[in-house]
């Protein structure tokens, strides 16, 4: 049976290439979406913006998040 990883990947994960491209990742996500919370709670409580507002930013900053992974030097950090 093969195993999980080819013997590249495994070397990687090895020299802590993948582990520490997996804490740049995790940290990028978990700051963008603690600002993102936070942006959405100042909305809410300091401003009077109806929901369909609300609901086109968020699907807005749905979109902008995906253009921004599609980016070339996001595609060459993370490895196609």
Not at 37 to 59: K, M, N, Q
């Amino acid at each position: 049976m093969p195993g999980l990883f080819t013997r590249v990947e495994y070397r990687k994960i090895e020299s802590g290439h993948l582990g520490m491209k997996l804490c740049v990742i995790a940290a990028s996500f978990t700051t963008f979406h603690l600002v993102e919370d936070l942006l959405w709670l100042a909305v809410g409580r300091y401003t009077e913006i109806p929901y369909g507002y609300a609901v086109i930013a968020i699907i807005l900053l749905g979109i902008l998040g995906g253009v921004a992974i599609r980016h070339p030097k996001v595609k060459q950090f993370l490895g196609n």
